[in-house]
């Protein structure tokens, strides 16, 4: 009883949470987790080079890095009510122009759409709706809810594959449509709290009360975003090639294909697991604290891969590394709240998540690149290094916050 109580959220964010867990999981696996399924059999019967199937998803990542700061501002100002259902038809429209879309232009446009859709429905719009709605009290919420989304793939990724092989790849998309515009639209519509903008003398008030509770001003606070952004962007840059070339990379370091595939499946478990030991004994720690671990563990986990270890080595790396990015999942959410405040959280976090999100998108083009020209051992280095330097840059930061000159 004592391990559920640490699952247990405060009542008045509890309908919200699941309603945007829900949410969550079918955003998530109808849209980012979509093309890892869907590719192939667009390839196979369009024609389209695979290249430009996937450059149309890093379109729509790069258009979500530049909408980053705007929509954070617009749940700010109008809630994340408003702005949660906008971006569920958004994502309806743009999956049904997929699943009619006869040419490639239009297929990108689609793409397009859904790049705006995304950074109105996806972790940051729903982490700023849980600030707004409980201010610090949206940490337990924001971990809870990550639970959720790492299913997404896990659960969509079984479903398409069954639509595929029964309807199609434009059938599929279609499906994918409807479950937006019928299950999330409603969802985000009638269980999500219609705040609006607070006003000056209320957002004053909420300033000066979390600038009393240890929140972060001026210079101090101007140094730790710079920095705990600079050390997000190199993990998930880092993320994001691992994720778009995991299969290939364990067999670049000596894996059969069957076992690559295999052991590819242990990332989502990590990334459970670690969200659930969050929860369960980390819940209390600091969110630098957090943030120096999950990052941290990614240089440990490629540093495995590169051991003489064989296929323990690869599951190790998989599931190391699956669990760093689903801490880090959590202290992007939570560490921008605890540091800086509740107050403008939507734009703040877009801020954050904007040069993310632009990482997120050149990565897996700038890894293939260095493969072909360094091959793979190479390559995993830059990761290495990348892994490091964030690591580094966010434990200075977490011994900078606890000196006695700062307290």
Same mark, same amino acid.
């Given at each position: 009883?004592?391990?559920?109580?640490? +699952?247990?959220?405060?009542?008045?964010?509890?309908?919200?949470?699941?309603?945007?867990?829900?949410?969550?999981?079918?955003?998530?696996?109808?849209?980012?987790?979509?093309?890892?399924?869907?590719?192939?059999?667009?390839? /196979?019967?369009?024609?389209?080079?695979?290249?430009?199937?996937?450059?149309?998803?890093?379109?729509?990542?790069?258009?979500?890095?530049?909408?980053?700061?705007?929509?954070?501002?617009?749940?700010?100002?109008?809630?994340?009510?408003?702005?949660?259902?906008?971006?569920?038809?958004?994502?309806?429209?743009?999956?049904?122009?997929?699943?009619? /879309?006869?040419?490639?232009?239009?297929?990108?446009?689609?793409?397009?759409?859904?790049?705006?859709?995304?950074?109105?429905?996806?972790?940051?719009?729903? +982490?700023?709706?849980?600030?707004?709605?409980?201010?610090?009290?949206?940490?337990?919420?924001?971990?809870?809810?990550?639970?959720?989304?790492?299913?997404?793939?896990? !659960?969509?990724?079984?479903?398409?594959?069954?639509?595929?092989?029964?309807?199609?790849?434009?059938?599929?998309?279609?499906?994918?449509?409807?479950?937006?515009?019928?299950?999330?639209?409603?969802?985000?519509?009638?269980?999500?709290?219609?705040?609006?903008?607070?006003?000056?003398?209320?957002?004053?008030?909420?300033?000066?009360?979390?600038?009393?509770?240890?929140?972060?001003?001026?210079?101090?606070?101007?140094?730790?975003?710079?920095?705990?952004?600079?050390? +997000?962007?190199?993990?998930?840059? !880092?993320?994001?090639?691992?994720?778009?070339?995991?299969?290939?990379?364990?067999?670049?370091?000596?894996?059969?294909?069957?076992?690559?595939?295999? !052991?590819?499946?242990?990332?989502?478990?990590?990334?459970?697991?670690?969200?659930?030991?969050?929860?369960?004994?980390?819940?209390?720690?600091?969110?630098?604290?957090?943030?120096?671990?999950?990052?941290?563990?990614?240089?440990?986990?490629?540093?495995?891969?590169?051991?003489?270890?064989?296929?323990?080595?690869?599951?190790? +790396?998989?599931?190391?590394?699956?669990?760093?990015?689903?801490?880090?999942?959590?202290?992007?959410?939570?560490?921008?709240?605890?540091?800086?405040?509740?107050?403008?959280?939507?734009?703040?976090?877009?801020?954050?998540?904007?040069?993310?999100?632009?990482?997120?998108?050149?990565?897996?083009?700038?890894?293939?690149?260095?493969?072909?020209?360094?091959?793979?051992?190479?390559?995993?280095?830059?990761?290495?290094?990348?892994?490091?330097?964030?690591?580094?840059?966010?434990?200075?930061?977490?011994?900078?916050?606890?000196?006695?000159?700062?307290?």
């Amino acid at each position: 009883m004592r391990i559920l109580s640490k +699952f247990s959220i405060p009542q008045h964010l509890r309908a919200s949470t699941h309603a945007l867990g829900a949410t969550q999981i079918i955003g998530w696996g109808t849209t980012m987790y979509a093309p890892a399924i869907l590719a192939t059999p667009i390839v /196979a019967d369009t024609g389209w080079a695979r290249t430009d199937v996937f450059a149309a998803f890093s379109a729509s990542l790069v258009i979500g890095a530049l909408l980053a700061r705007p929509a954070g501002r617009l749940i700010d100002r109008h809630g994340g009510r408003a702005a949660l259902a906008a971006g569920s038809g958004l994502t309806a429209l743009g999956l049904a122009l997929a699943a009619i /879309a006869p040419t490639l232009p239009l297929y990108f446009a689609a793409w397009a759409v859904l790049g705006v859709a995304m950074r109105l429905m996806l972790y940051e719009a729903a +982490f700023a709706t849980l600030a707004a709605a409980g201010g610090n009290d949206a940490r337990r919420a924001i971990s809870v809810l990550t639970l959720y989304g790492g299913l997404a793939s896990t !659960v969509f990724w079984l479903i398409g594959w069954e639509l595929i092989a029964a309807f199609g790849w434009r059938a599929t998309f279609a499906v994918y449509a409807a479950l937006n515009l019928c299950v999330c639209l409603p969802l985000h519509a009638f269980f999500l709290p219609a705040s609006g903008p607070a006003g000056p003398a209320a957002e004053r008030d909420a300033t000066a009360s979390e600038n009393r509770a240890g929140v972060l001003v001026g210079r101090e606070r101007k140094i730790a975003l710079v920095t705990l952004t600079i050390a +997000f962007v190199l993990l998930m840059y !880092v993320n994001s090639a691992l994720s778009a070339h995991l299969i290939d990379i364990l067999i670049a370091f000596g894996l059969s294909s069957e076992n690559a595939v295999a !052991v590819a499946s242990l990332k989502g478990i990590g990334q459970v697991a670690g969200r659930i030991w969050e929860i369960v004994f980390a819940g209390a720690f600091h969110p630098l604290t957090l943030s120096t671990i999950a990052i941290g563990l990614t240089p440990l986990a490629l540093a495995t891969l590169l051991l003489p270890l064989g296929i323990a080595g690869a599951i190790l +790396f998989t599931f190391g590394q699956g669990a760093s990015n689903g801490l880090v999942t959590i202290a992007r959410g939570v560490a921008p709240l605890v540091l800086f405040g509740s107050a403008g959280y939507g734009t703040l976090i877009g801020a954050m998540a904007a040069p993310v999100l632009m990482a997120v998108a050149l990565a897996p083009a700038a890894y293939a690149a260095l493969v072909e020209r360094y091959g793979p051992p190479i390559a995993m280095l830059t990761n290495i290094a990348a892994a490091l330097i964030g690591f580094v840059m966010v434990a200075l930061l977490a011994w900078w916050a606890r000196k006695p000159s700062r307290a």
